[in-house]
């Protein structure tokens, strides 16, 4: 596709539940971004992808957060025993990272409530 | 503590006229600069960046300035239109290993009155 697509748009759990989020990258890009934006907050950096590896996850808030992006391309946002604190646009963005400045070009997210 | 700081939550505006949005930032190291969109159920969308050896950057109806002494920066839409009422983010980037990392404001909403 053009974009960067995200799925769910939407996902309701409940508390202690394990959620997936996936994220497809702009064609070409080989890098990788997942941000979360709390209300009334701007995005907060997670983790960067740099083609499969993940080579900034300091951004992850604890260890129930994983990620993977096994093949370069589209990435899976990982969530353990889900709390209500992890309620939150999940957004992933990629780049080309072909200089030393670059555009981040963000999905539509995916909105998470955990009950 | 905030790195990038939108002081002003909201602006309203008059069709036709400039809006103006602020943004500081507190980190020395950041030197690249850029603002996104975002409207409701929408992911941000890129608008114009600027990259610290420049003190303005112009696209169409949007100008970016940096005052790096004042660590201060703004964006300038003229003539403003109704659909450009949305938030407005302003990031930042760092130098270095670390310029993935864009680092956030916590928006201005715009409102373009007909």
């Known amino acids: 596709g053009a974009g960067v697509s995200q799925t769910p748009s939407n996902k309701v759990t409940e508390k202690g539940k394990y959620v997936e989020l996936r994220c497809d990258p702009i064609?070409?890009?080989?890098?990788l971004y997942w941000y979360r934006q709390s209300l009334g907050q701007g995005p907060e950096f997670l983790i960067y992808?740099?083609?499969?590896?993940?080579?900034?996850d300091s951004g992850l808030p604890n260890d129930r957060f994983f990620a993977v992006r096994p093949e370069g391309s589209v990435s899976t946002l990982k969530i353990q025993r889900t709390e209500r604190g992890d309620s939150a646009v999940y957004l992933c963005?990629?780049?080309?990272?072909?200089?030393?400045?670059?555009?981040?070009?963000f999905g539509p997210g995916t909105r998470l409530l955990v009950l | 503590d905030q790195q990038v700081k939108q002081n002003s939550p909201s602006l309203s505006v008059q069709e036709g006229r400039i809006s103006i949005l602020n943004c500081d930032y507190t980190?020395?190291?950041?030197?690249?600069f850029l603002w996104y969109k975002k409207y409701p159920a929408e992911g941000p969308t890129f608008l114009i960046s600027?990259?610290?050896?420049?003190d303005k950057n112009e696209d169409g109806r949007f100008t970016v300035f940096l005052n790096k002494s004042a660590k201060h920066l703004s964006l300038h839409i003229v003539p403003s239109q109704p659909g450009d009422s949305a938030v407005y983010f302003c990031?930042?980037?760092?130098?270095?290993?670390?310029?993935?990392?864009?680092?956030f404001g916590k928006g201005t909403l715009l409102t373009v009155n007909p």
């Open positions: 963005a990629s780049s080309r990272r072909d200089g030393l400045t670059e555009t981040q070009y």
């Open positions: 064609s070409g890009h080989t890098a």
């Open positions: 992808f740099q083609g499969t590896g993940a080579a900034d």
């Open positions: 980190n020395s190291m950041f030197d690249y």
């Open positions: 600027i990259s610290s050896i420049k």
């Open positions: 990031a930042a980037s760092g130098s270095g290993g670390s310029n993935y990392k864009l680092t």
